[in-house]
């Protein structure tokens, strides 16, 4: 079974209009709200793709109940920690330029983060579990590098989809994958990346700290898997760009999905580009119709 955990989900509220005036009244076109947070939208897809898997995390108050509503209209499986407080709501902006505000999330009670932790115990050698997202402040920055050890100990294997020190702490632990975007990877680093090569160089470092893959997301400019012994590469499919939000979510979840399922690491990122890209190419989160009409269109080669 694969378990995918939103420490910190959202209602994603997207809001569209034609250009943003900043200190004035703007009036919008269109606005839309979606059960948010990166480990959902990787269940969704995993869901899509027929890969069993339950999502984990924290709810609470109206907005919580607003997402845990939405995840029982979607049929997914899920087993949210109840809190106290209110799950966040993310804005999504999409004017003359896609911005997006994220906020920091709901104070966590310590009662309420040990029911969470509790769930772990239950995992056995079988089990993947997914990372995503950031850590809400009111939980330690340490809380993925502690939950890691409780799947050690179970001999699971799991991925990682976080940034900055969060993600550097977990490395040593050799995730199965780590998923980092070009721009978090430079940040991880101090440096600006400006061509394949220089991404290639700064991938097979996360391959020396212990990762066991790297999928580097590029957006439009497609993505690249580095592992021990090789490097691939490939631009993204052509098509229409209509929301991008979840599509580094979309890309891990065709990946890890496939992955468990065939161990096969060329196949696994043909799968993430698709997904990456259905969900770009999609209002929502993909589904399956648009993936398999996008998996003959990638083209994957070592690099
Ligand atoms: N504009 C786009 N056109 C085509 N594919 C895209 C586009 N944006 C994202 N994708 C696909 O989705 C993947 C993940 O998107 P990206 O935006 O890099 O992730 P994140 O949301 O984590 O920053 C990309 O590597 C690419 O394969
Ligand atoms: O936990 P974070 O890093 O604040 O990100 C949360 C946001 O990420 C998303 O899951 C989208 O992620 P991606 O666009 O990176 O795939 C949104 O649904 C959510 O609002």
Redesign the pocket.
């Known amino acids: 079974m694969i378990y995918t955990v939103t420490l910190n989900p959202s209602i994603d509220y997207v809001i569209q209009l034609p250009k943003l005036n900043l200190g004035e009244v703007n009036r919008l076109e269109k606005s839309y709200k979606f059960p948010g947070g990166k480990g959902i939208n990787v269940s969704r897809i995993l869901r899509e793709l027929g890969y069993a898997n339950q999502a984990w995390g924290f709810l609470g108050g109206f907005t919580g109940k607003f997402v845990n509503a939405q995840l029982q209209q979607l049929h997914l499986n899920a087993n949210f920690t109840k809190i106290a407080d209110d799950t966040r709501i993310n804005v999504k902006l999409k004017a003359d330029q896609e911005t997006e505000l994220n906020a920091a999330g709901p104070e966590i009670t310590e009662t309420e983060k040990q029911t969470f932790i509790a769930q772990f115990d239950n995992l056995n050698k079988n089990d993947v579990v997914i990372f995503s997202g950031s850590v809400p402040s009111s939980l330690p920055e340490t809380f993925y590098f502690d939950l890691i050890q409780k799947v050690k100990a179970q001999h699971a294997e799991y991925a990682v989809?976080t940034a900055g020190e969060a993600l550097k702490r977990t490395l040593p632990t050799h995730p199965v994958v780590v998923?980092p975007?070009?721009?978090?990877l430079a940040d991880l680093f101090g440096v600006k990346l400006a061509n394949l090569d220089e991404i290639k160089h700064y991938g097979l470092k996360l391959i020396e700290m212990g990762a066991q893959n790297v999928m580097i997301?590029?957006?439009?400019?497609?993505?690249m898997l580095v592992t021990k012994d090789h490097c691939y590469r490939?631009a993204?499919?052509k098509?229409t760009?209509q929301n991008?939000?979840?599509?580094?979510?979309?890309?891990l979840a065709g990946f890890t999905g496939t992955f468990d399922a065939t161990h096969d690491p060329v196949e696994s990122f043909r799968y993430?580009?698709a997904?990456?890209?259905a969900?770009?190419?999609s209002a929502d989160i993909a589904t399956r119709a648009k993936i398999d009409e996008l998996l003959p269109q990638i083209n994957i080669e070592e690099f």
């Open positions: 989809d998923k975007n070009n721009h978090e997301s590029m957006a439009g400019d497609g993505g490939s993204a499919p098509g760009v991008s939000v979840g599509a580094g979510d979309s890309m993430g580009l997904c990456g890209s969900t770009a190419f």
